[in-house]
């Protein structure tokens, strides 16, 4: 029962943390230390079941160290920590770095030597009012320093490192509030007592910092520091607080000096192996997130066409001179669409016609046109830092602010510039059905989307080409994927930015947007578990 139960702990300890990292990894970095943070993942389903599993080895924690011996649990509980790098390089589809796997071996063999040679006594319950005080302002000293060094760092790694410092020590805090708080309740003091509204305070300071933690770095650089630090700050505020004694032998004196070198050893490799690890993701990050064309890159018009022969040449006409090229999609129309393109088209060496003999739906039909640029920029034709706008043929989008959006787009160096409709002139139950949906695809993006349907959006050409191995979309959920991978991919997006419509159009129905609704879910799911769509042989175009 006591072995089953540890192995479970530490098994769940290890599967909380990656499922924990992952949401908060994602989210924008200015939410860091700040209550944002754990409302923007109070909204992701991942970092819930994370929460979930977390008080699952907790109270299986309980039941070992209730019922088994220090010298047998504590060891197996510390291994949690190489559970969760094995299982954070497995779950992100990356090779098992055996160093950093050996190395978090060694530090919980340190870690787990030094508890149990130190074997601290229980103590008193209770600390004076002006212990907690002092501590107080002990805690508050560190603070500054680890918010200084994580906020001046470059490395993601030594700022995950910081943060998780300091969150190792306020968990131990919460930990002595905790006991505080039993005593004064067993005492009947209850609440009149000061500390179970001090448990409160710390509980949610130490959330919010642990998770800033996991947000700042990988998981290999916050989770051994916490690992290190949370058991070490608990025999040193364990003493200082409710007077529980380590052991004070010749032969104990040894064994925990052995166990803190041995730690001390370990955390060296682990933090020089994230220090290299950084660097490369610097690189490859800088590479791909934002093209070296960034500032002044070209534009790449994508402009999809179903039965729209009235409208498609005016938009053609008003479109090419604001871009550097056109894409135009026919999506199988049945009136005189293609005729008007091709005729519009005549000798034009910028623009150029993919097409369907058949209908598809206007997700095919991006992307269609969005496998062409992946090709392209594959093959170097295309800096990933280029820009792709789509635009609809029928009229409806206003023209007139592409270049704004361009220059917003390159300011902000956004990697996504969704636009919001002005939808004041639309039917009721058309704006209801937009905010349900953007609010549901919020949920799932981790991010605020205000209008997910809209067609009118800027692209950098290297973050569409990542998010297209995510999604294919079917009929009209094209616009709503896109949103949702690029958002959890952790790209730069925004849906704030207000156009105005010239004209109303819509054709979707409720069974689209019941598609919709189901798709955003699958969507966010897949890029959870990392698991890319196989995308489609290079596309060619049609005469």
């Not at 700042?216 to 505020?237: F, R």
């Amino acid at each position: 029962m006591v072995l089953a139960a540890a192995i479970g702990a530490a098994l769940c300890y290890g599967v909380a943390m990656v499922l924990q990292q992952r949401p908060a990894a994602e989210v924008d970095p200015t939410a860091s230390l700040r209550p944002r943070l754990l409302t923007e993942l109070a909204r992701r389903p991942v970092w819930l079941a994370g929460i979930a599993v977390n008080v699952a080895a907790f109270l299986l924690r309980l039941v070992a160290l209730g019922r088994g011996s220090l010298v047998l649990v504590q060891p197996i509980l510390v291994s949690g920590l190489v559970v969760a790098l094995v299982i954070d390089a497995v779950t992100a589809r990356t090779a098992v770095n055996g160093r950093d796997v050996a190395a978090a071996a060694i530090l919980v063999a340190g870690v787990s030597t030094f508890l149990v040679s130190a074997a601290p006594t229980r103590g008193h319950t209770t600390a004076p009012l002006s212990s907690w005080l002092a501590l107080t302002g002990v805690v508050a000293a560190i603070a500054v320093v680890a918010i200084s060094l994580a906020r001046r760092d470059a490395s993601a790694g030594r700022r995950a490192a910081s943060l998780a410092a300091l969150g190792g020590i306020l968990a131990v805090c919460t930990a002595a509030l905790t006991k505080q708080a039993v005593a004064a309740f067993t005492h009947g003091h209850g609440l009149a007592s000061w500390s179970p509204y001090a448990f409160v305070g710390a509980t949610g300071l130490t959330v919010l910092v642990v998770q800033s933690a996991f947000q700042a770095g990988p998981l290999a650089a916050s989770l051994p520091m916490l690992s290190v630090v949370e058991p070490l700050a608990g025999v040193a505020v364990g003493n200082r607080l409710f007077h529980e004694r380590i052991a004070t032998s010749a032969g104990a004196r040894v064994e925990e000096v052995a166990g803190l070198l041995t730690l001390a050893a370990a955390g060296a490799v682990l933090a020089g192996s994230q220090g290299a690890r950084a660097r490369e993701h610097a690189v490859a990050r800088t590479d791909h997130h934002v093209g070296v064309n960034s500032l002044q890159p070209r534009r790449i018009a994508v402009v999809p066409a179903y039965n729209e022969a009235p409208t498609v040449a005016a938009v053609l006409d008003r479109l090419a001179p604001l871009v550097d090229e056109l894409v135009v999609v026919d999506d199988g129309s049945t009136d005189d669409t293609r005729a008007e393109i091709e005729r519009w088209l005549g000798g034009r060496t910028t623009a150029r016609l993919l097409s369907f003999d058949e209908n598809q739906g206007m997700s095919a039909a991006y992307y269609l046109a969005f496998s062409e640029i992946r090709r392209r920029v594959l093959d170097g034709d295309l800096d990933p830092g280029d820009l792709v706008f789509t635009v609809d043929a029928d009229g409806q989008h206003d023209l007139d602010v592409i270049d704004e959006l361009r220059r917003i787009t390159v300011d902000e160096r956004l990697d996504a510039l969704l636009v919001r409709r002005d939808l004041s002139t639309y039917p009721a139950l058309k704006r209801l059905g937009n905010w349900t949906l953007s609010r549901w695809a919020s949920l799932w993006a981790g991010s605020r989307l205000d209008d997910v349907e809209s067609g009118y959006r800027v692209f950098r050409a290297g973050a569409l080409c990542d998010a297209l191995q995510y999604y294919k979309g079917y009929k009209y959920s094209e616009t709503v994927e896109v949103a949702v991978v690029l958002c959890r991919l952790g790209y730069r997006v925004r849906n704030d930015v207000i156009v105005p419509v010239p004209i109303y159009r819509s054709r979707t129905s409720l069974l689209d947007a019941a598609i919709d609704m189901a798709a955003i879910p699958a969507a966010a799911w897949r890029v959870s578990r990392r698991r890319p769509r196989a995308l489609a042989g290079d596309v060619a175009a049609a005469p």
